[in-house]
């Protein structure tokens, strides 16, 4: 997702090519993922999710570096991500699972495409404001990639995911809910990319590359499946006492507050201070 902050406060006219075309082949690819569900392809839909995903974590990297952040790529991003990272996975599950299991499979689906909606109005409204070493709930992309990794290991293993469906369900459902919950995930934008590394670790890269291109199904549904099950144990480890506000609320929960909402806290002192010495 691209970053809101310091964009052009006057119109421009024109859009940015670059961009914007990164945008478009993320569309692009969820599109595809919907129509090759669809047709049975369930393989080639899950693929073409993670390539949504590629394609979501370019854009907003080439906007920076080549200065072409705009309102419009913002919001043109947001439309493409609802398409990639909630209609997708939403219709691939059903598609693939839960269109046998009548209203509580496309019921399922729904809460999973709802969620994503209200997690990206979320994101949008904190953009600037929220802690970026943290994700206020699992983000989108992340829960579409539970969700397509579960289904190419299950066609890869040539389950039948029809006869999962109570199961798949569930965790569509889950997934869902984890993404419009308060729990606190790792947003790893605090890592030092540009920062030098040892030997060692760029091997261990290389090793990870070999394992993922051997056993891409399989590592990748075990790496996200570890990341959407991280937040609710960072979230209660990190409270003395777990409440209802960190599991699912407003903004104005209990250590989800923004910086607005500090800097008028203090801006309120100041005036009581200043009322007072008047009186």
């Given at each position: 997702?691209?970053?809101?902050?310091?964009?052009?406060?006057?119109?421009?006219?024109?859009?940015?090519?670059?961009?914007?075309?990164?945008?478009?082949?993320?569309?692009?690819?969820?599109?595809?993922?919907?129509?090759?569900?669809?047709?049975?392809?369930?393989?080639?839909?899950?693929?073409?999710?993670?390539?949504?995903?590629?394609?979501?974590?370019?854009?907003?990297?080439?906007?920076?570096?080549?200065?072409?952040?705009?309102?419009?790529?913002?919001?043109?991003?947001?439309?493409?991500?609802?398409?990639?990272?909630?209609?997708?996975?939403?219709?691939?599950?059903?598609?693939?699972?839960?269109?046998?299991?009548?209203?509580?499979?496309?019921?399922?689906?729904?809460?999973?495409?709802?969620?994503?909606?209200?997690?990206?109005?979320?994101?949008?409204?904190?953009?600037?404001?929220?802690?970026?070493?943290?994700?206020?709930?699992?983000?989108?992309?992340?829960?579409?990639?539970?969700?397509a990794s579960l289904v190419w290991l299950g066609t890869e293993y040539q389950v039948n995911g029809q006869d999962l469906g109570l199961v798949f369900g569930i965790i569509t459902?889950?997934?869902?809910?984890?993404?419009?919950?308060?729990?606190?995930?790792?947003?790893?934008?605090?890592?030092?990319?540009?920062?030098?590394?040892?030997?060692?670790?760029?091997?261990?890269?290389?090793?990870?590359?070999?394992?993922?291109?051997?056993?891409?199904?399989?590592?990748?549904?075990?790496?996200?499946?570890?990341?959407?099950?991280?937040?609710?144990?960072?979230?209660?480890?990190?409270?003395?006492?777990?409440?209802?506000?960190?599991?699912?609320?407003?903004?104005?929960?209990?250590?989800?507050?923004?910086?607005?909402?500090?800097?008028?806290?203090?801006?309120?002192?100041?005036?009581?201070?200043?009322?007072?010495?008047?009186?």
């Amino acid at each position: 997702m691209p970053n809101r902050d310091n964009l052009p406060t006057t119109p421009t006219k024109g859009i940015y090519l670059l961009p914007n075309l990164l945008t478009t082949a993320g569309l692009f690819s969820g599109f595809f993922a919907v129509v090759s569900s669809m047709n049975g392809h369930f393989e080639a839909a899950a693929i073409a999710i993670f390539v949504a995903m590629i394609f979501d974590g370019l854009d907003g990297r080439v906007a920076r570096m080549t200065n072409t952040q705009s309102e419009f790529g913002a919001e043109y991003d947001s439309m493409a991500d609802m398409v990639s990272f909630g209609i997708a996975p939403g219709l691939v599950a059903y598609n693939w699972a839960l269109s046998g299991m009548g209203k509580f499979g496309w019921l399922a689906a729904f809460v999973f495409v709802a969620a994503a909606a209200l997690r990206l109005a979320r994101f949008n409204t904190q953009v600037g404001v929220a802690d970026k070493r943290y994700f206020q709930g699992l983000a989108s992309p992340a829960a579409a990639a539970v969700i397509a990794s579960l289904v190419w290991l299950g066609t890869e293993y040539q389950v039948n995911g029809q006869d999962l469906g109570l199961v798949f369900g569930i965790i569509t459902i889950v997934t869902g809910l984890l993404m419009v919950s308060n729990f606190r995930y790792n947003s790893f934008k605090d890592v030092d990319w540009k920062g030098k590394v040892n030997f060692i670790v760029v091997l261990l890269i290389v090793l990870v590359f070999v394992v993922v291109a051997a056993s891409p199904a399989e590592l990748l549904s075990a790496i996200f499946i570890l990341y959407a099950a991280s937040g609710p144990v960072t979230t209660i480890r990190s409270v003395k006492k777990l409440k209802l506000e960190h599991v699912v609320g407003d903004d104005q929960d209990a250590e989800f507050k923004s910086s607005n909402d500090q800097s008028t806290n203090t801006e309120d002192n100041i005036k009581d201070a200043k009322n007072s010495k008047g009186s």
